[in-house]
């Protein structure tokens, strides 16, 4: 839901409504909040979840015990996203950055201790982790309200942030955002569930975790570039730039298959020895090796799909960006795995094909849209509609709710000089409109 504020606070940012950047945090704050309660208490059911979904005993006694200790990550986690969206649509990345380096450095000794001086096995993992979140959040915390490069942005709490009639505004981006990541997020966790339920469960179960773990550690690096399209494109189309927007995309767009082929060269290179990282049963550590090579398919297409998303989200796509994910998972990537692998009896191998199917079609459909995006002509649209409606809404806001404008239009353009954007070379909001 947090990725809402990458249209509101980029788009925002690109038309200098500063102030704007503020209340979008405090108010992304507020319900993400909320809605960690009914998710803190399904973490906290965890056990009896996958007892009920017929995975092994032992293995939901173990995550169930696991989930309920990792509960204050979850605030903590909702707050982090904010504070990065916060920074990121400023372009402020060095303090994110110092902050995670901090906290990635703490948390090597404060987890070894965790888990094997205090005796709390997997469970001082978890408390190592909520120790770590928080940390990283204060950190940011901290930086936000002392540093002079968030004077413009952050002007302290405000109650405009918390006015129920503003609410649905961030719920129109941040629902469909939620679906569009949850989508794709849930439907790797499936893979680990179905695992569960194929033969030898313990082994399968195992080498799909570690797929996935794999997956999301190499997934960094294309996540990166899904945050930065995803900020340039809604601060050019902020600012009225269409030709830099779409620019920003295609150079994204080719750093990233040049990661993914270099990252899925490594993934091939180290087959054999990835898994003594996880294991050291041979037959855990064959079978991971056996599955690398897809791994480096699947992360060549996801570095794609990232960056469209990005995309999508920078443009304030993301309900077609959440049917897409819909489709692509749910319509073919599932239905796909569960034939590969229990149709076709190929196992975990089947499971992860059944993800790459999904990767295709989701990245294909992305792209196609991407493509046939007729940039001058979002931002004439989103321009006639300003102008059109720019005295009804100010007269709404001022004469019945008292509150700024801005909160129902976060988006503003900034009228362009009528020379030439030369900075951008882009061209400018008056001959848009014109």
């Known amino acids: ?52 979904l017929g995975q092994d005993l032992e293995i939901s006694t173990e995550a169930g015990s696991y989930a309920k200790l990792m509960v204050p990550c979850l605030f903590a986690y909702g707050l982090l ?72 942005t952050w002007n302290g709490f405000s109650k405009e942030a918390l006015a129920l009639n503003n609410i649905p505004i961030f719920l129109k981006l941040a629902i469909p955002s939620a679906v569009m990541v949850c989508m794709e997020m849930w439907s790797f966790e499936l893979m680990v569930l179905l695992s569960g339920v194929l033969p030898n469960p313990k082994l399968e179960t195992s080498v799909l975790s ?15 570039l899904s945050g930065a399209v995803s900020i340039r494109v809604s601060n050019e189309l902020g600012a009225g730039h269409p030709q830099a927007a779409r620019l920003a995309v295609c150079v994204v767009v080719v750093i990233a298959v040049i990661e993914s082929i270099l990252v899925g060269g490594v993934i091939i290179l180290v087959r054999n020895l990835w898994g003594y990282a996880y294991s050291n049963e041979e037959e855990v550590v064959n079978y991971v090796a056996t599955m690398m090579p897809i791994l480096a398919v699947s992360h060549l297409l996801d570095g794609m799909q990232a960056v469209l998303s990005g995309t999508a989200r920078g443009c304030g796509w993301q309900k077609i960006g959440a049917f897409v994910n819909l489709g692509s998972y749910y319509l073919i990537g599932i239905p796909a795995a569960v034939v590969f692998a229990f149709v076709l009896h190929i196992g975990g191998k089947g499971l992860w094909l059944g993800i790459i199917c999904a990767l295709i079609v989701q990245a294909l459909c992305l792209m196609i849209i991407t493509i046939r995006t007729d940039w001058e002509k979002e931002v004439k649209l989103f321009i006639f509609i300003y102008n059109v409606f720019h005295p009804f809404i100010k007269y709404l806001c001022d004469a019945f709710w008292g509150v700024n404008m801005t909160l129902f239009f976060p988006i503003h353009f900034v009228q362009a000089n009528k020379a030439t954007d030369r900075v951008h070379n882009a061209i400018t909001t008056e001959s848009l409109v014109s």
């Open 1 to 52: 839901m947090a990725s809402a504020l990458d249209t509101l606070c980029g788009q925002s940012y690109g038309a200098k409504q500063y102030r704007m950047l503020g209340i979008h945090m405090q108010r992304a704050m507020f319900i993400l909040m909320i809605v960690a309660i009914p998710l803190a208490i399904i973490w906290a059911n965890t056990r009896s979840i996958l007892i009920l």
């Open 81 to 152: 996203q904010c504070l990065n969206r916060f920074l990121q649509t400023q372009n402020i990345v060095f303090p994110m950055m110092f902050s995670s380096a901090v906290t990635t450095l703490l948390h090597l000794p404060l987890c070894w201790f965790m888990v094997y001086k205090s005796g709390l096995g997997s469970g001082g993992a978890a408390i190592a982790s909520s120790i770590s979140y928080w940390l990283n959040v204060i950190i940011l915390a901290l930086y936000v309200k002392f540093s002079p490069s968030c004077k413009k």
């Open 210 to 224: 570690i797929c996935l773990n794999t997956t999301a550690a190499v997934f960094m690096i294309p996540f990166g």
